[in-house]
């Protein structure tokens, strides 16, 4: 069964990412809340305990409840549908982000950036270079405007794919456009939407204006032939993306 139309494969290739509304069910998303909020020290039922806590990541990714949000499902099926069937490695985490609510914030426009990129907080070593083939941005809770969404810059994918092919891919530091890319997409909506994006797509988190907490499973897969192909620059992009090229 096809859960992607042509139209949403043009609109991913045109744009770096594609928004698929409801694609998990119910049950997968109430198990997954409850070990989350388990995981948490902040009380589920005590909205003020939310308030001005920042933006962490739960480390409960590897556990099946929450890996199963964006594997062994109809997200993971939908991703195939884009990279070609069997071309994925099968298994691996939904590192759990959590975006804390302020509502005394001033809302400002993200930073966009590139994942893989070494900068002194986020974990990457110097010298190295992480790379990925497609990202999976669930929601377990609505996500309103100005409420700490996922923000994307739409067409940023065929900006770096033009600027790689004359670039080496360690040249640029934190993965920070060194050029103004546009105005970023915030990606709102209700627990079960997710947010498929293109590896070379610049994105990054939006600061939660608002009153609820933005919960969000992010996974990257893998071609399971990545490294060997992580340094090539073909002249089509799709190269290697059976379900679009």
């Not at 929450?66 to 884009?82: D, H, K, Q």
Request: proline share 5%; hydrophobic share 35%.
């Amino acid at each position: 069964m096809a859960y992607l139309t042509a139209a949403d494969k043009e609109f991913f290739k045109e744009n770096g990412y594609l928004i698929v509304r409801g694609a998990l069910e119910q049950k997968e998303i109430d198990a997954a809340l409850d070990r989350l909020w388990e995981a948490m020290d902040e009380d589920r039922n005590d909205p003020q305990s939310w308030i001005r806590k920042g933006y962490r990541t739960v480390p409960v990714g590897s556990e099946e409840v929450i890996s199963g949000t964006t594997y062994g499902n109809r997200v993971f099926a939908m991703a195939e549908e884009l990279v070609g069937k069997g071309k994925l490695n099968t298994s691996g985490g939904a590192g759990p982000h959590i975006n804390f609510p302020d509502p005394d914030r001033k809302w400002n426009e993200p930073l966009g950036h590139l994942d893989g990129y070494h900068t002194p907080t986020n974990g990457v070593p110097k010298g190295v270079v992480g790379s990925f083939t497609l990202g999976a941005t669930v929601y377990l809770g609505t996500v309103e405007k100005q409420g700490g969404g996922f923000t994307v810059w739409p067409g940023s994918h065929r900006i770096w794919a033009e600027y790689f092919r004359h670039h080496d891919l360690d040249s640029l530091p934190g993965g920070i456009a060194p050029f103004d890319l546009g105005p970023g997409y915030e990606f709102t909506g209700a627990a079960g939407d997710v947010c498929f994006w293109h590896h070379q797509m610049s994105h990054a988190a939006g600061s939660n204006c608002g009153r609820n907490v933005r919960i969000a499973c992010i996974s990257r897969y893998r071609r399971k032939d990545l490294d060997q192909i992580k340094f090539e620059t073909p002249d089509d992009m799709w190269k290697y993306w059976d379900g679009i090229s």
